[in-house]
């Protein structure tokens, strides 16, 4: 990288005959490997016999594997550790970069980052020494969103610069900075991305983006997944940042739209989410502005920061990591087509986004680009300077970092222990203990201290059994835990509303309070908490019981791992009844399986598998139960690039051990359904992505893709569907999809929300208090008072009708006080409406669920009301 600047200074005739000849090398395929005078180093151009960033070419992320191991052979400045296969077995890399003496002391200088990063019981004079022996430690991660290729395309370059470069600031970089580069965190969705652009390149679909999800299940989702932590590659980001080195500094490098700034770089703007340590705030400003120099320095233009995206976000890992201490970046370039070159006129750049309203001249937009042809190799440049920078700066003023990262930890630990709440403690005496486990694992995974009792104790008046945790506010964590467990309002300020009082829509939801999507008992404490606990150390692992004796087992339908249980021993053939009525201590909603030996068998397995405890039963009631009938069950699938929400559904119900069958619209068109299908679910989708109608209104927005890709199900599929319901078949719709099937069916169903004015309706991913009728089937095993998340979905109204009856209400919004935590405008046009109807049409049922039940595999709460749609 060094190198590369070092050019950009040259007479402008050295510099057009030294670029002459370099491309003559690359066009001959040949870039002789460099000698550092130690060992031949390959450069990129050599091993993959191109420029990365050219026009038309993409490097595949196999062949970047092999480079990167190569590199780590050829410099002795390069470690690889491949933490693990991706959701589809490729190979997920950290690539540490730094000096020869560094990566020999590497394990003694994480521990001393570590323990930077909790200061707790250290003298300050422990802490400078620390700092004296201690090196920045930077990560940057590259391509989360795989069709934002520019961030991979780069990192063998930025790698190849750093292990070649013989420079002063290149040297400063390795002595003083433990790089941790994740080139490409989305392996999985890189090679689908390069498989489709060299399938369509030369074609007239050639540029535009896969037309399914580049995740095997989650898309752009992927970077919504920092706190729960679904997926493996998020598991493994969370084990390199939240824990076993917890950097100064994060970068991660995505693209934006074509027609705005070239480049957006650090600080956010407004409005800013609490709890983060004020240092986090001014260390964006702080390594923005050397980026911005940079990038400046180097001749970049349209180079935007502190605007368009602002400081509270979602909880991907750019906007979560100010929470651990990190100062958690973005980059957001802006996209070519893939590698194709996109041209842009001067009269198409806009502004139009946060405190950035038009395309011209202002203090964070300096220089603006003048418009013409957009390629990805600008994009490979600009980024590789805005990561040389923030290495330089950090390598630069390496004992500030260091220091920094141990005020912000100290600071944040001092506001915890004197700030109310003092602490969180969730009860063992939930109503489904196993997910509790599971949001305790959870933040486990992202670092936070937990202690749990090893006897009874009392905190706020309470007495709380054993086996309950606590989660003390006097740790380094404070401002993740509270954003995690604490009730959350989103401002309603100048910054989130416009001139005419209209809100501003809110980069992704409004909240992001975990228990809550969750519907873990979570209670703020006041005081610190005393009494006997240990501090967890790792996951906890819960173990399932199986009681001898009896003529059955009963086991808990408040349990989501209860549905995966059934599943299983449905899978062998082993009969489970449900109990409809509370009869002799059980519970409507409650499983049972008789004792017989095929079932004794597997039932142990079963209980190690999902922590279920099966409690023996004396006698199998005579009557108040069923036979569980596990139906056969089916869910749309469109292209148009995927829908995230079906991706997300299909994760959850392979979580819970749900067979289905992925339906396309030949099927569904073909009609006959019902001989096939039991129940069919329509994810969260609008109905004219679900029909294809109107999709003309999208022109210029909606990719040109072959003609076997243009989804919709069209009036075909509508008729088809609506002969499956009518002949005796489920149709269930999450969220959007319900506004489909209330205009399509003809349902005597409103969604009393659908043509109010933002100004007087508006909740944009919130938590809302809702009602469940637990007598119901369909809501067997919830609790009566209960949350659901909202995120800008239809609210119902049953029409009078001739057939009043054929409608059932089984979950409602409460009269007043709604909100539990995020934005609600207009609460009156919820109060005491339906949130989740049951219609009976012919023979069969349509199954409206207007609120995100199963959003992003997050909301544990209300994953019953989904599964109960999927037995009889």
Known sequence: MRQTLNVLRLHPNHFISLLFFSLALVNSGFAAPLDNGQNKITSPEGFFGFQLGSDHQIARWDKIVDYFNLLEKESGKLKIINMGPSTEGHPFLLVIISSPENLDNLERLRQVNVRLSDPRGLAEEEIKKLVAEGKAVVCQSMSLHATEIGGTQMAPELAYDLASGADEETQRILDNVIFLMIPCFNPDGQIMVTDWYRKTVGTEYEGTSPPWLYHKYVGHDNNRDADHLNMIESIYAAKILYRDWIPQAYIDHHHMGTYGARLYIPPYCEPIRPYADP????????????????????????????????????????????????????????????????????????????????????????????????????????????????????????????????????????????????????????????????????????????????????????????????????????????????????????????????????????????????????????????????????????????????????????????????????????????????????????????ATPDALSLLKEIAA????????????????????????????????????????????????????????????????????????????????????????????????????????????????????????????????????????????????????????????????????????????????????????????????SQHNERYETIVRYVERDIIQSGWLIGEKYLSNKAAMVSARLGQGRVILIGFRTQHRAQTHGTFKLLFNCLFQ
Not at 411 to 433: L, M, N
Not at 551 to 564: I, M, T
């Open 279 to 594: 240092l986090i705030w001014r260390e964006h400003s702080w390594y923005g502005a050397h980026i911005a120099y940079k990038l400046e320095e180097a001749g970049k233009t349209g180079i935007l920061n502190a605007a368009q995206f602002p400081g509270w976000g979602h909880f991907g890992f750019h906007w979560i990591t100010p929470f651990h201490n990190i100062a958690g970046m973005l980059t957001e370039s802006a996209s070519a087509k893939l590698a194709t070159p996109a041209f842009v006129h001067p009269e198409q750049l806009r502004g139009s986004a946060l405190q950035f309203p038009d395309y011209e001249a202002q203090t964070t937009l300096p220089h603006p680009w003048p418009g013409g042809w957009w390629r990805l190799r600008d994009i490979v440049e600009q980024k590789k300077i805005a990561a040389w920078a923030l290495l330089d700066i950090a390598a630069r003023h390496r004992e500030t970092v260091l220091w920094n990262a141990y005020l912000k930890a100290k600071r944040q630990t001092e506001r915890g222990a004197k700030g109310k709440p003092a602490a969180y403690v969730i009860s063992a005496a939930q109503h489904d203990f196993l997910t509790a486990v599971k949001m305790i694992n959870k933040l486990l995974l992202s670092g936070v201290e937990i202690r749990q009792a090893k006897k009874e104790f009392v905190a706020g008046s309470v007495i709380y059994p054993g086996g309950s945790f606590v989660i003390s506010l006097a740790q380094p964590k404070m401002g993740l835990i509270r954003n995690l467990l604490g009730r959350t309002f989103y401002p309603d300020n100048s910054w989130t509303r416009d001139r005419n009082g209209s809100p501003r829509r809110p980069y992704d939801m409004a909240t992001h309070t975990m228990n809550e999507f969750m519907a873990v008992g979570v209670d703020p404490v006041d005081e610190a908490v005393a009494g006997e606990f240990e501090v967890l150390n790792g996951e906890i692992a819960v173990a399932g019981h199986v009681e001898s004796g009896g003529q059955a087992f009963v086991f808990d339908g408040r349990l989501n791992d209860s549905f995966k249980a059934v599943n299983l021993l449905l899978d062998k053939r082993i009969p489970v009844k449900r109990v409809d009525k509370a009869v002799s201590g059980l519970k409507p909603g409650d499983f049972i399986v008789a």
């Open 609 to 800: 598998q999902t922590a279920v405890d099966f409690k023996a039963l004396k006698d199998i009631p005579g009557q108040g139960i069923h036979d569980i009938k596990r139906l056969r069950a089916a869910m749309y699938q469109r292209y148009w690039g995927g829908n995230m929400d079906e991706g997300w559904t299909r994760f959850l119900l392979e979580q819970f051990a749900f067979p289905y069958t992925s339906l396309f619209d030949a099927e569904i068109k073909k009609g006959n359904l019902r001989a096939k299908y039991d129940v069919i679910i329509l994810p969260h989708d609008s109905a004219g992505m679900i029909t294809g109608e109107r999709l003309e209104s999208w022109e210029g927005r909606m990719p040109a893709y072959p003609p076997e890709y243009r989804s919709g199900i069209g009036q075909e599929g509508v008729e088809a569907l609506k002969a499956f319901v009518e002949k005796g078949g489920i149709l269930v719709t999450l969220g959007e999809a319900s506004n489909f099937a209330i205009e399509k069916f003809g349902l005597s169903v409103r969604n009393v929300v659908e043509k109010t004015d933002s100004k007087e309706f508006f909740c944009p991913g919130s938590t809302l208090r809702v009602i469940c009728d637990n007598t119901h089937p369909l809501a067997y095993g919830m609790p009566q008072e209960s949350l659901a998340l909202f995120w800008s979905n239809p609210a119902f109204e049953i029409t009078p």
